[in-house]
């Protein structure tokens, strides 16, 4: 599958089977990571790995999912089963958001080539797991990245009326609406869309 593609099929998956992702995926997910563009070449980012089942089980509770999904969360039988947390050394540079979603994604679509699913969140309990992970005190947690093999298959709709909240259908398949192409498209230009 080419990269384009790639992007095209990748989701954010929610819903994982109880299966470990190879450690050596995982390592890879984080090399690609780190040989990614980083703004200065200052590379500030460092990359926790947590793949045992008990610290996947000490991780859960401090991360939050599905914002627009009322009352849901994963249910242990579809908890992810690896995490990769993105770290910022301060030391290096104060803050670098744009390096953390390049890194972000690499890890996604390296995970995915080879049929691992993701989550990335940024709604974290900050303060719990600085403790659980050892972080310490010049590095923040900018990001972490959920990943298990898929157990539910997202799909992507066009965003009808002016919700962009993505939602769960009557067959429970998570649909996800995106902004059509000739809405966010410009060329040469900034062009003003006519609204009747
Ligand atoms: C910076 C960032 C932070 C996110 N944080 C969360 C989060 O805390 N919890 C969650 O369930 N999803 C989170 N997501 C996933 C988004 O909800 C998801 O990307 C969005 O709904 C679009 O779906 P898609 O990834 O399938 O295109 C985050 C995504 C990004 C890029």
């Keep these: 599958m080419d990269v384009y593609e790639l992007i095209q099929k990748r ?5 994982f089977e109880q299966k470990p992702v190879p450690k050596d995926l995982l390592e890879r997910c984080v090399n690609a990571a780190r040989i990614g563009p980083s703004g200065a070449n200052l590379q500030p980012l460092e990359y926790i790995v947590v793949s045992e089942p008990e610290q996947c089980q000490r991780v859960f509770p401090h991360t939050a999912w599905a914002g627009y999904l009322p009352d849901w969360s994963p249910s242990p039988e579809e908890r992810p089963t690896a995490y990769i ?11 670098a958001p744009m390096d953390v979603g390049i890194a972000a994604q690499s890890i996604t679509l390296v995970a995915l080539a080879e049929g691992v699913g993701s989550c990335m969140i940024g709604s974290l309990d900050h303060k719990a797991l600085r403790q659980v992970l050892a972080v310490p005190q010049h ?19 066009e965003v009808t009326g002016d919700s962009i909240k993505y939602y769960r259908d009557e067959d429970g398949i998570l649909k996800v609406p ?3 192409l000739e ?7 900034y062009t003003e869309k006519i609204t009747e």
């Design 139 to 157: 590095c923040d947690i900018s990001l972490a990245v959920a990943l298990g093999y898929p157990a539910e298959q997202p799909q992507m709709v």
């Design 11 to 15: 989701r954010t998956i929610r819903r």
């Design 183 to 189: 809405d966010v498209l410009h060329w040469q230009r």
């Design 85 to 95: 947390f993105i770290l910022t050394n301060r030391n290096v540079r104060a803050s």
């Design 178 to 180: 995106k902004r059509a």
